[in-house]
């Protein structure tokens, strides 16, 4: 498990911060921009920086090249 400082000041203790985020555990500040059967777009969680969208995948890859 990973702890990790959010945003908003909230403290977090996960596997896989984007797993959590896209199983709906953790709510992104800005919600959820686009979703897919496959992707999860939204703001970062840790570092909001105006224009930056996250796109994440929904199946959990532990290497670009798997």
């Known amino acids: ?3 990790i400082t959010l945003s908003n000041g909230k403290t ?3 596997e896989c911060l984007s ?3 896209t ?3 953790i709510e992104p500040d800005g919600g959820v ?3 897919t059967e496959y992707f999860h777009a939204h703001q970062d ?3 909001p920086i105006e224009g930056l969208v996250i796109l994440a995948s929904k ?4 290497s670009p090249h798997a």
């Not at 199946?59 to 532990?62: A, K, Y």
Request: overall charge negative; charged content about 25%; glycine content about 4%.
């Open 23 to 25: 199983s709906g555990e």
């Open 33 to 35: 921009i686009v979703e």
């Open 1 to 3: 498990m990973r702890k």
């Open 12 to 14: 977090v203790e996960v």
């Open 59 to 62: 199946l959990h890859l532990t």
């Open 45 to 47: 969680v840790a570092y």
């Open 19 to 21: 797993c959590a985020i």
